[in-house]
């Protein structure tokens, strides 16, 4: 369980996220939304230890911390380094936490995951010479690698198409399900939020609230093609900008 409290955070003395307190289950997704300069991304790097905050943060009630739990994070950019294969990429973040080589029982996970996730006929490529769906699934194939506790997405899905995009989003709730864990995604996207997340944190100019994601009763792998997703989303999307104003 990820629980936040009291969290306060930013930049060159200046205060972007204030007193902010949530908490999430180990085999929930929380979906942060809002709009642009809100502080989602800061939240984000203040849960990561990236930038200095005040408040408590506690992964599975113990100080949220590198040395003692395993975080992956999945960047809006992908974050895959160029001159390493796709396979070298996938493999990357259990050999950085472990410092050593894979285990017999970590490269089977590390196959099994290029192959549920399309990837084997790319896997000795290099991340240049794929295209922008298949670094996304070499980056959400990284982290599921690593098996982490804490499993935090920025906007790792803005990048594609309608298409493209929806079909990552199932693949990334198939490799989930088979392993739930703590999961932070945000997202401007309200479908998005709606379709994957258990919760929602909206978040808007001084104000930010934890709410259920109303959809929460239907499967998430429905939940594209319910016409609930799109009467959640008007009544979501009127609510916010209220806040807004």
């Known amino acids: 369980m990820l629980a936040v ?22 085999t929930e997704i929380l979906a942060i939304i809002g709009p642009s ?9 203040a849960i990561l230890g990236l930038i200095p905050s005040s408040g408590s943060i506690l992964l599975n009630d113990q100080p949220l911390a590198a040395k ?19 396979r070298k990429n996938v493999q990357l973040g259990v050999q950085v936490k472990q410092h050593h080589r894979l285990t017999p029982a970590q490269t089977t996970h590390v196959d099994q ?5 399309g990837l084997v ?10 295209s922008g769906g298949q670094q996304q699934r070499v980056a959400l194939a990284r982290a599921f690698a690593m098996q982490p506790d804490l ?27 088979k392993a739930p864990m703590s999961t932070v995604i945000v997202t401007h996207d309200l479908q998005e939020a709606l379709t994957l997340s258990d919760q929602l944190l909206v978040m808007t100019p001084g104000h930010a609230q934890l709410r259920p994601n109303p959809l929460a009763a239907i499967d998430r ?18 609510e916010v900008t209220q806040w807004q104003n």
Do not use: C, M
Not at 113 to 117: D, G, K, T
């Open 5 to 26: 409290s009291g969290l306060s955070a930013g930049y060159a003395g200046q205060t972007v996220v204030a007193d902010l307190s949530f908490q999430i289950d180990s």
């Open 37 to 45: 300069g809100v502080g989602k991304s800061t939240l984000i790097k």
């Open 68 to 86: 003692t739990h395993t975080l992956a994070f999945v960047p809006q950019d992908y974050g895959l380094l160029p001159w390493q294969t796709v």
């Open 113 to 117: 995951l290029i192959e549920q996730l």
């Open 121 to 130: 006929s790319v896997a000795n490529q290099y991340p240049g010479s794929i």
């Open 151 to 177: 499993l935090l997405l920025d906007e790792a899905f803005s990048a594609l198409d309608l298409g493209l995009k929806t079909k990552a989003q199932l693949l990334f709730l198939d490799q989930w399900a």
């Open 221 to 238: 792998a429905q939940r594209p093609n319910s016409s609930a997703l799109f009467a959640a989303e008007a009544t979501l999307s009127q």
